[in-house]
């Protein structure tokens, strides 16, 4: 049974609203973590306490539980020279590096003449995600 301190491997895929597959390790390597370390979003982990090998459960999150809303604040309007050309289009997304916070995913969401405004929202804030799961193993 999944509990604190155990290590669970599942198989996973993930939805957004409308059904569209947006990832899933079906038929690949399983994900494993370590139950009770927040290695996963802490709502789905919560949802697959108490489960047993073999067990598949659907979970739907709703943003607050998943990646969280789209925070208004989290876009910056920067000079386009500072943006390499080839990403200089909307929807464009840019890999930024940080010692602080690891790699950011930054998304171009508008151009305006000389300048771009960056999204620096996670890409899936505001989505409600759904989750089906099937437990492969718990050690």
């Known amino acids: 049974?999944?509990?604190n301190g155990k290590q669970v491997a599942i198989e996973?895929?993930?939805f957004l609203d409308d059904?569209?597959?947006i990832d899933s390790n079906v038929g690949k390597d399983p994900l494993?973590?370590?139950f009770g370390a927040h290695q996963i979003l802490p709502a789905l982990e919560e949802a697959l306490r108490g489960l047993d090998v073999g067990d598949n459960r659907e979970i739907t999150l709703p943003p607050k539980d998943a990646y969280g809303d789209v925070n208004p604040d989290a876009y910056k309007r920067v000079e386009a020279k500072l943006i390499p050309e080839d990403l200089r289009?909307?929807?464009a997304l840019l890999?930024?590096?940080d010692e602080q916070f690891g790699e950011m995913l930054i998304r171009v969401e508008s151009l305006?003449?000389?300048q771009i405004i960056l999204d620096f929202n996670h890409p899936l804030a505001g989505k409600t995600l759904k989750?089906?799961?099937t437990v492969i193993d718990i050690n």
Do not use: A, C
């Open 95 to 97: 890999v930024v590096s």
């Open 131 to 133: 989750f089906d799961v």
């Open 89 to 91: 289009f909307e929807g």
């Open 112 to 114: 305006e003449g000389d």
């Open 32 to 34: 494993i973590f370590l």
């Open 1 to 3: 049974m999944i509990e």
């Open 19 to 21: 059904n569209t597959k």
């Open 12 to 14: 996973y895929s993930v």
